[in-house]
């Protein structure tokens, strides 16, 4: 695969590889030095799943929720696929927190619109405060968004099917949009749309359930499109390696930027 | 005795192969969780699968069920759509 197309991009820190040396090991803390970004900046973490090598000690970090959802899933591709997603994603939050993978607790938020408790995932509360986060993976990827405030990412790998019937629950202007495209390339605008919605429903953590339609994230031009400002967030495409797209949505007024930090290994 | 929710069980079966290119989903128990679970869909094949039950069997399930609880499990999801096929026209 080739690398991810933003540059400079920093290599992955050794510290986030327990079978490279300089990790203290999955129940002691990480190292200290990841700062959280100051707003409007978000930190963009890649990964490859075929990169990864989880061993039983790696996946001792996550909790008996993780473990008993990972062993519910049919194959064991998808069964690796969902321990990197978690286990990196423990081990990214530690970074920040100086803090042991395994000690971090995970919680939802209530969804805004009817209070279930199917919002936004949250960490909770521990000695520091807590970064905002977004964990998103398809096929062989994982993006993992960090942030200083409430932050949302999506990404998706692209079909080989049809997806033009997922436009029927965009919003009707961006609906109409991409009626005008032709295939292929209505195909890979209706997923651009998509994963602009959904980046900004997983920041305000409302439930996808409640509908995309009311979120006019506009048809992107060029690779990830301009920033928008939608339902109090910023939402814009990034740029993701051939095959995948992805966006991300930040809280606030102004408008988001990111930086990769870290370079996707590749296929190993 | 075969009974509309378990044939509407099997199309089911059938679409959501097709959607994901997964042929292991054509021998799931009908108690077999759609989200979270061993399925474990996503967000856009969910809704891909949703557009076509509605295409095929004229039933909008997120219109008729605001909470989405019929997509709990293939069982509840059948059960929801055999209920109401056809009634549309």
């Known amino acids: 695969m080739a690398a991810h197309p933003a540059s400079p991009v920093p290599a992955q820190p050794a510290w986030l590889r327990p079978s490279r040396p300089g990790w203290p090991g999955p129940a002691q803390p990480a190292p200290p030095g990841l700062v959280l970004p100051a707003p409007p900046m978000v930190d963009l973490w890649w990964f490859d799943a075929r990169a990864e090598v989880v061993r039983p000690a790696d996946a001792a970090v996550m909790d008996a929720g993780e473990r008993r959802r990972a062993r519910a899933l049919l194959s064991a591709l998808d069964q690796h696929r969902f321990q990197v997603a978690h286990v990196l994603l423990r081990r990214v939050l530690a970074g920040y927190l100086a803090a042991a993978p395994g000690d971090l607790r995970f919680g939802r938020q209530r969804c805004p619109r009817c209070g279930r408790r199917l919002g936004r995932p949250v960490l909770l509360p521990g000695p520091g405060p807590a970064p905002f986060f977004s964990l998103a993976h398809s096929g062989d990827l994982v993006l993992i968004a960090v942030a200083a405030r409430p932050v949302g990412a999506d990404l998706e790998q692209d079909r080989a099917g049809c997806v033009c019937p997922v436009a029927g629950v965009l919003h009707p202007a961006d609906a109409a949009a991409l009626a005008r495209l032709a295939e292929p390339d209505r195909h890979r605008a209706v997923i651009g749309c998509w994963v602009r919605a959904e980046a900004v429903l997983k920041c305000t953590g409302e439930g996808i359930g409640h509908g995309l339609s009311s979120l006019r994230v506009g048809l992107a031009s060029g690779s990830t499109g301009r920033n928008r400002r939608v339902r109090g967030c910023s939402v814009r495409g990034l740029a993701a390696p051939p095959g995948y797209q992805a966006a991300v949505a930040l809280a606030g007024p102004d408008a988001v930027t990111s930086r990769p930090m870290a370079a996707l290994p590749g296929p190993g | ?89």
């Open chain 2, 1 to 89: 005795m075969t009974t509309a929710t378990d044939v509407t069980a099997s199309e089911l079966r059938e679409i959501l192969a097709t959607l994901t290119g997964r042929d292991e989903l054509l021998a799931i128990p009908a108690g077999t969780p759609l989200f979270g679970g061993a399925v474990a869909l996503d967000s856009l094949t969910g809704t891909l699968l949703l557009r076509e039950i509605q295409r095929r069997f004229g039933v909008d399930v997120a219109a008729e069920d605001l909470n989405l609880d019929a997509l709990a499990t293939l069982g509840t999801l059948a059960e929801f759509v055999a209920a109401r096929r056809g009634q549309a026209g």
